[in-house]
């Protein structure tokens, strides 16, 4: 039922692409490594990325996730990461033995994976929890119980950033991003209005380049039913949108 | 009982489970993540909660019955517990969990003890009434109907 949805999609760019008016459908589905010690939320976020058309590969434990991308200690990187294409890590921060905090870092190291982006989910909205996460790279925080609208976000700006000609703005996105919270992280413990995006002493604004502050502007999806709280949802829109209002 | 009068019951008692606190908004977010390619998720996740909550439980039940308590060990369980009943929207053994947790941090025995009954009624109950929400499911798809969609509905 699936590989007919596939089919009928791809048809259907080719056509379009030669009118170039919509962005062309990569045929390759995006691959999700989800990371959680609970089975029942493996389950969850497993079913939530599927129904949001990406390839799953869930585990549970950092330790698994090391040795699925071929970065841990017992053994050699021999893995073809072409082959592998990991193209978002996402994972629960409580767990025992590695924590996400701990395996984020692990990621961020690697010369290979450190621009795979890393989302953490947490049934716990701690400020400085979420700031920790992001200074070290993450790309958002979740806060549990995971629903549609939050993988249905993230898979929005994924999809921007793994689009050729765009790792260039992707890059200073995520720089403008770390820039905009490294200075809200010097104001305790709320983040000022003036640590937006569009701040004049930041180096990198650029108007024209899709800037952090339009996610929240976005519709967190374009066909799922969405309530009207939940571009709210997220720590990191939330921000964002006292910072736009 | 004919198909639409099923279809109303199974309507009326899941408004019920909601307005009583059984269950929350996860729960409907779980009954959206349903359909014809996957028509058993939500009975599949909650057996795997009340297997992990048994497990949990019982955890529970024979540390707090050590002579020397390890909170840090009843805490961990029941974040556990707490975690895994807010994703399947299990409303009321949350709450519980998070009172069970203030007690971990007061490293309160009786208190926690308490708790634990409390978090096992809870869980007793909700397996109760879930079991007769599927029961009346399997009775409507029997019957040749299909299980309401609560979003359409307005709920």
């Known amino acids: ?245 | 009982m004919d198909v639409g009068q099923m279809r109303r019951q199974w309507v009326e008692y899941t408004k019920s489970l909601f307005m009583e606190g059984f269950l929350d908004s996860q729960f409907e977010q779980l009954q959206q993540l349903q359909d014809e390619s996957n028509p058993d998720f939500v009975v599949e996740v909650v057996s795997l909660f009340f297997e992990d909550s048994e497990r949990l439980l019982n955890d529970l039940t024979r540390a707090l019955d050590q002579p020397s308590v390890d909170f840090k060990l009843v805490d961990s369980y029941v974040h556990q517990l707490k975690g895994s009943s807010s994703s399947i929207g299990a409303s009321r053994v949350k709450n519980a969990c998070i009172a069970f947790r203030n007690f971990c941090e007061e490293q309160n025995v009786e208190g926690c003890r308490r708790c634990l009954q409390q978090v096992k009624q809870e869980n007793l109950l909700v397996k109760n009434k879930l079991e007769t929400l599927f029961r009346m499911e399997q009775q409507i798809v029997a019957a040749g109907g299909s299980i309401p969609n609560m979003e359409q509905i307005g709920f």
């Open chain 1, 1 to 245: 039922m699936a590989r007919n949805g596939f089919t009928s999609r791809r048809r259907r760019s080719e056509k379009i692409d030669a009118f170039d008016l919509t962005p062309p459908d990569h045929s390759q589905e995006v691959h999700v490594l989800a990371v959680d010690d609970s089975i029942i939320d493996r389950k969850v976020i497993e079913r939530l990325l599927r129904i949001s058309c990406c390839k799953v590969t869930a585990v549970d434990s950092g330790r698994r996730a090391l040795q699925f991308l071929g970065l841990d200690d017992e053994k050699s990187s021999s893995v073809d990461f072409d082959t592998l294409k990991v193209d978002l890590i996402i994972t629960d921060y409580c767990m025992p033995g590695m924590t996400g905090y701990e395996l984020l870092k692990k990621i961020k190291e690697s010369s290979t994976f450190k621009e795979i982006p890393v989302v953490i989910m947490s049934s716990e909205n701690i400020m400085a929890r979420i700031d920790r996460c992001l200074e070290e790279g993450a790309e958002d925080f979740i806060v549990k119980p995971v629903k549609l609208a939050d993988v249905q976000r993230i898979k929005d700006y994924m999809a921007r950033e793994t689009k050729p000609g765009n790792d260039q703005e992707s890059g200073i996105n995520k720089r403008k991003l770390r820039d905009s919270f490294d200075m809200s992280s010097v104001s305790p413990p709320s983040i000022s209005p003036s640590s937006s995006s569009s701040s004049p002493s930041s180096p990198l604004s650029s108007p024209s380049s899709p800037t952090p502050s339009s996610r929240s502007t976005l519709p967190s999806s374009l066909s799922a039913p969405s309530s009207p709280t939940n571009s709210l949802d997220s720590p990191i829109t939330r921000l964002k949108m006292t910072n736009t209002d």
